[in-house]
């Protein structure tokens, strides 16, 4: 279905920005429910020489490696997205930080900036999903962090404050 208005435009473009950074939030949370619902079944995932498979089977590999990690933000910027009916591609900037701790308490983050390009579609359910995802890196970094400021607050799972603020007022619609 191609949009016929500037609006319907302008909600698909919101809705694909929803799920972007549903991805982040999903991969910092550790929610792999919320990343899962994020790709296609078959959609596929290629970040190169870090992981080739589906878009469910990063989620489990994202899991994996993070879970070693003590916290992880990713952050997004620099969204454009192009709609074409029920297609659209996506470009958007990722900066990610991740942080782990040896087991003599000293800390180091690691640094990645790269690009997320998209090939979404909104199928028969009406919700836009990847349909195949590229990760394009740009370059990274390690650095040993001479101390922490302060402790990490939240947590990554459901017991996470935002998990209680962002749930979908009664009827509302649910998308990643």
């Known amino acids: 279905m191609k949009p016929d208005t500037t609006l319907e435009m302008l909600i698909a473009k919101d809705e694909i920005t929803e799920a972007l950074a549903a991805y982040c939030r999903a991969v910092d949370r550790l929610d792999m ?21 589906t878009g469910h089977g990063f989620m489990e590999f994202v899991r994996a490696a993070h879970l070693t990690m003590q916290t992880t933000g990713h952050h997004i910027g620099g969204v454009t997205i192009r709609v074409d009916g029920d297609l659209a591609g996506s470009e958007c900037y990722v900066i990610a930080r991740l942080r782990s701790a040896a087991p003599d308490g000293a800390l180091t983050d690691i640094v990645s900036h790269g690009r997320y390009v998209d090939r979404w579609e ?24 001479a101390s922490a400021s302060f402790p990490t607050t939240g947590s990554r799972d459901h017991d996470d404050p935002s998990y209680d603020v962002l749930r979908a007022p009664r009827g509302a619609r649910c998308s990643p």
Not at 33 to 53: C, P, S, T, W
Not at 125 to 135: E, K, L, S, T
């Open 33 to 53: 429910d919320l990343g899962r619902a994020v790709f296609h079944e078959d959609a596929v995932a290629d970040y190169g020489a870090m992981y080739q498979g």
């Open 122 to 145: 909104r199928r028969t359910d009406g919700v836009w999903r990847i349909a195949h995802r590229r990760y394009l890196h740009t370059m990274d970094e390690r650095r040993t962090v």
